[in-house]
């Protein structure tokens, strides 16, 4: 067996998160080994977040110019999938390849490695023949794969899922979208733009389930005004394919469709990870983390695989917090000061251990030795970018009254905004606040409508820093902006 190579610090899986750990990491000077099977940035720039966004830019676009006929006399247009494709491929991906970004961590220090990695003991980790030994830390953040249904005849069909739906150069007549989460409505709308016949089939009695039920109606409604039928509540029986095309047998009911977008969920396959070699438990649907990232000594976890929100920034975010307490550890285990015992949060919000001696750089960032940030998701932010945007901050309305808060709730409709009734043409959208009435703090906050995403970040403010609500209606908004009906959702808490 080949003996193990002694480095530093070892990431499995490059997604988002463990880039920016291991780059980070090679910058502060650590001997890292970053392993990725795949292509080095993971889902989000390949198949999700930038191409995706890329595509609703695009699909937006078109809807904008439909409104030229109400508002600026007339416009004819005539959607075309080829430059979006070319842009996807060309700009976002460079055709699905990663040289940039393996260019990039290696000119800062790191050593790449291709290959599917996996724990082999305490500290170490296998890839192929190599084995790897780390002194400071094994980093996972291996992310997150889609999950598909056990019903009955999928697995046999050549269904896509988003990669396919991303990749693809010419587009199909009709299209089922099996899922009516954010990525299956993202999707659905923007196809649907572009002329493509969509049904969207969902399980749960309303789509965008995790939301505030405003924000499912008002997407539906929206997604129904493109063309999208919606079918909620639906019991998938079977799926099954001729060779052209898909039928979902469902309830008595029959969908058809030349394409079936699978967007049900995602999965960690945390089986893979060799994660019993270190006595933790592979069973988990996703890998338990500590506010520090912690999966056990010396093993820190990264990204969608920990559960915390799939999302790119909370990827990033957990990233910040584990190349602060790898550097930590790293002087610890070599006599530095020990900040381990001292955590505080500041603020009720992400706080900072404080101690004492020089600063260590870690990627542009200046990390204190023991100012080791804890992880506090109480203001987890998330945009479903539809048109319009669904942009939602901290607790729904339920979710706060499930937690025995005293709620308060507050609401506005953005089309009697200022803002919202110049707009006119796409001005649907609301803002709605939950607040904690004992504390006089917003909990939570949902901005729908044009630029809902953008919106959100005030109430992003609100809720993370916890500003009291008397504040809050004491600030000036500026005229006539859609961020204005803040203050009318404000007027509104009871
Ligand atoms: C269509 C779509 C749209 C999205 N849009 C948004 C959005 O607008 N905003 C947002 O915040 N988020 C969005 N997301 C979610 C976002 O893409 C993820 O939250 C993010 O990619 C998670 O990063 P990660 O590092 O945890 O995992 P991933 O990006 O999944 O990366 C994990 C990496 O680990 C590699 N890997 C796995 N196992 C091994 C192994 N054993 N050895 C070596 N390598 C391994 C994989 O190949 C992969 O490259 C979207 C997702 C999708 C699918």
Redo the contacts with the bound molecule.
Sequence with gaps: MAEPEVVDVVV???????EEVAERLAEAGLVVVG?????V????PY???VP??MMIRAANALAEAHRVNELAGSAQVRPDWAPVAKRIREEATDTWDDKVAVDRFTGKGGRFVR????LDGPNRVR?GDQVFEARFGVVL????RPSIPPIDGLADTPYWT?HQA?EVEELPDTLLVLGGGA?GL??AQVFARFGVRVTVVEAADRVLAVEEPEASALAAEALRADGVEIRTGVRVGRVSHDGTGFTVHADGAAFTGEKLLVVTGRRA?LE??GLDTVGVDAGQRYLAVNDRMHVTDGIWA????TGEG??????MYQAGIVVADVLDHMRRAKGGPDASGTASVVGGAAGVVSAVGGAMSAGGSTVAPGSVPVADYRALPR?T?TDPEVGAVGLTEQQARDRGINVQVGHTDLTSSTRGWIHKTGNAGFIKLIADADQGVLVGATSAGPAGGEVLSALLVAVHAAVPISQLRHMIYTYPTFHRAISDALRSLK
């Excluded at 499995?12 to 463990?18: F, I, K, Y």
């Excluded at 392993?35 to 292509?39: G, N, T």
């Excluded at 940035?41 to 989000?44: I, M």
């Excluded at 990264?302 to 695989?305: I, Q, Y």
């Design positions: 499995v899986g490059l997604g988002v998160g463990g392993i990725e099977r795949d292509l940035g993971g889902e989000c198949w999700g977040c995706s966004k290959g599917s990695g996996r890839v953040g291996t992310g997150t988003n991303i990525i993202e999707l396959h893979e990870l990264v990204g969608d695989l799939a999302f790119t920034h909370i990827a945009v970018f």
